[in-house]
């Protein structure tokens, strides 16, 4: 499929952008915006949102609120506030000594996220024009800064050389689940791994790669005579995954960041699905695009086994290995405040985003998705917040515009 994205000539769009610098200037008596301000609680009065305290610059504040107050804290802020202001399960908050307002044990829990595994492809016949192989020639990169910078295109105006992706229902999937959603994302990306410290230290930072396992990017270069590790690689995504896990406070001071228990592959059916996508590269491994390129899968990872289990057709037990070792979030996280109905002990809001056994509190980001959607959630967060909007207007009688 063409990879949707939120750009414009060239530019990434996000939401502030898209959204907020359009009528800054035209609502400045009605919006107000703080940044290096950091929540402590939400004040209630006889179960009414009433306020909101925050420290700034090591200064306390407070904001009172005539309506309603609306968290868009995103799934790991939004659930830390509302523990912090007593809303959440009574046994966690009693033992961080938080006075409760609303015993509600969904709040932080229920947490989902996207999961990811890259599969490194070397190539002998790889195109000289090859993006992310083509771009490291200087002269070429300065051509597609220029291109890039005058017209908005090319190389640099690409989302990370992520060109091709593919939704798939892998013989695993539970249908009574899922329903025709697929269980699987593909990612094709034309972007290259070198293994120069430089590189070792950046894959440390962005993927939380651990020393030693970025150190055997190093031990296969001196091997094969060769800094560049992967071509290009293909990506495998696990979409809607078993395994669940929360948020907890570390402490009621706010300041302090919470404890995340994503509980990545706690559950083997997660380790299963992505398990399918590494068999998929396997048999285009096969097909004549990639034999023109003479284009191979290089999992090289000692730890997993010898070097003849790094060559296809491996076994479960490398690839589960290989997926535990080098599987990272996609940053999707969503659930932690879901919507839910009242029934449900771990429904948080409901339908029209209102916070249950409170009042005059609603939530407006991605925890409130009572499961993840089949693909990136920035999208469905946008949809949120316009879902909402006319959703206060409505509850509150107010104009349209």
């Not at 909101?52 to 200064?59: A, E, F, L, P, S």
């Not at 097909?287 to 997993?304: D, G, V």
Request: proline share 5%; with cysteine.
């Amino acid at each position: 499929m063409n990879v949707q994205r939120t750009m414009y000539d060239g530019v990434r769009i996000n939401a502030a952008r898209a959204f907020l610098y359009p009528i800054i200037d035209s609502r400045r008596d009605q919006l107000h915006l703080l940044t290096r301000a950091f929540v402590k609680k939400v004040e209630f009065s006889d179960g009414r949102a009433v306020g909101v305290h925050y420290t700034r610059d090591g200064k306390k504040y407070s904001v009172r609120a005539r309506k309603e107050v609306i968290l868009s804290a995103g799934s790991i802020g939004t659930p830390q506030i509302m523990m912090l202001s007593g809303v959440g399960e009574e046994e966690h908050l009693k033992d961080i000594g938080i006075p409760v307002v609303a015993n509600l044990p969904g709040v932080g829990s229920n947490l989902q996220d996207h999961l990811m595994t890259p599969g490194c492809f070397k190539a002998k016949n790889i195109p000289r024009d090859w993006n992310g192989a083509d771009i490291l020639n200087p002269i070429n990169a300065m051509k597609s800064f220029y291109q890039y910078f005058t017209t908005g295109t090319g190389y640099f105006a690409d989302p990370y050389g992520t060109n091709t992706h593919g939704f798939i229902n892998t013989p695993s999937k539970n249908i009574t689940r899922l329903g025709k959603r697929p269980d699987l994302q593909i990612m094709a990306q034309a972007t290259i791994f070198r293994s120069d410290y430089m590189f070792r230290r950046l894959y440390q930072s962005l993927f939380n790669y651990a020393e030693q396992y970025t150190d055997r990017l190093k031990e296969w270069s001196d091997n094969n005579n060769d800094h560049v590790v992967c071509d290009f690689t293909m990506t495998s995504v696990g979409l809607h995954p078993y395994s669940v896990g929360n948020i907890r406070l570390r402490s009621n001071n706010h300041l302090d960041h919470p404890y995340i228990n994503p509980n990545y592959l706690q559950d083997y059916r997660d380790v299963e699905t992505m398990m399918e996508g590494f068999r998929l590269f396997e048999r285009i491994e096969e097909t004549e695009a990639f034999e023109r390129m003479s284009a191979k899968l290089n999992l090289y990872s000692p730890e997993c086994g010898s070097e003849k289990e790094s060559t296809t057709p491996r076994s479960d037990s490398f690839y589960e290995c290989y997926i535990r070792k080098f599987t990272w979030t996609v940053y999707h996280p969503v659930g932690t405040a879901k919507m839910g109905p009242r029934d449900d002990p771990m429904s948080v809001v409901d339908p029209r985003l209102r916070v249950y056994k409170v009042k005059n509190l609603r939530v407006a980001d991605a925890s409130v998705m009572p499961e993840l959607t089949s693909g990136n959630t920035q999208a469905p967060c946008y949809m949120i917040g316009e879902k909402v909007s006319d959703m206060i207007k409505e509850d509150w009688n107010l104009s349209a515009n």
